[in-house]
């Protein structure tokens, strides 16, 4: 199915559009490493953001903003619905609604607030957090990688000042291991960006 053939369903409100929807935007956002420890912070489910994602294309009409030449449907759409998750934190906009116009203006008159697609310190946070997990997994597959990669990207030795300390053949080999280490680190993390957050027992 094309974007514009999914954009119709969903515009049109069809069931089989907003599967796909469910699917594919709501359900990966809302285990996304970067939303999942919000949403349950502020007490957002997925259902939440289904809910919201519908009013605001449907109920608000905003579906007639989508063109074809913009990006993806699906990242369009994931767009709003991580707005929706900005947007639970009462610090960011205190009691106000975010439906709520300003000065008492009249709803018709009054320009919708803009929901937020980014939060700086938030994605610090994020990437940082997601930068640990993906390197307990290089761990756990393979403890001499994890060092060299530590050893290169935290203490930043040389291959050579490595293959002496772990007594590596040759700093050759401590680079080919290296870059094993980063194409590691780069599947982990789209792995953990797709499939969320990994649940912690104990």
């Known amino acids: 199915m094309t974007d514009h053939e ?42 939440d953001l289904m809910g919201m994602l519908y009013d605001e294309m449907i109920g608000r009409g905003k579906i007639a903003l989508y063109r074809d030449d913009g990006g993806s449907f699906e990242g369009w759409l994931r767009r709003y619905a991580r707005g929706f998750v900005l947007a639970a934190d009462p610090a960011a906009h205190g009691e106000i609604s975010i439906d709520a116009p300003a000065g ?10 803009a929901l937020p697609d980014s939060d700086k310190g938030v994605e610090r946070a994020e990437a940082w957090r997601m930068t640990h997990l993906c390197f307990r997994d290089l761990w756990n597959e393979d403890p001499e990688r994890a060092y060299i990669h530590l ?20 700093s050759a080999n401590v680079d080919q291991i290296f870059s094993r280490s980063v194409k590691f680190m780069r599947e982990a993390w789209v792995s953990h960006d797709r499939n969320g957050i990994p649940e912690v027992k104990g």
């Open 151 to 170: 050893l290169k990207t935290r203490f930043f030795l040389s291959s050579e000042e490595i293959a002496a300390f772990l007594d590596v053949s040759s």
């Open 104 to 113: 008492g203006q009249d709803c018709e008159a009054a320009e919708p607030l």
């Open 6 to 47: 999914w954009y119709e369903l969903v515009k049109a409100g069809d069931e089989a559009g907003w599967k796909l929807v469910w699917e594919r935007v709501v359900e990966p956002e809302a285990s996304s490493v970067r939303s999942a420890e919000m949403m349950r912070r502020y007490s957002l489910a997925a259902g």
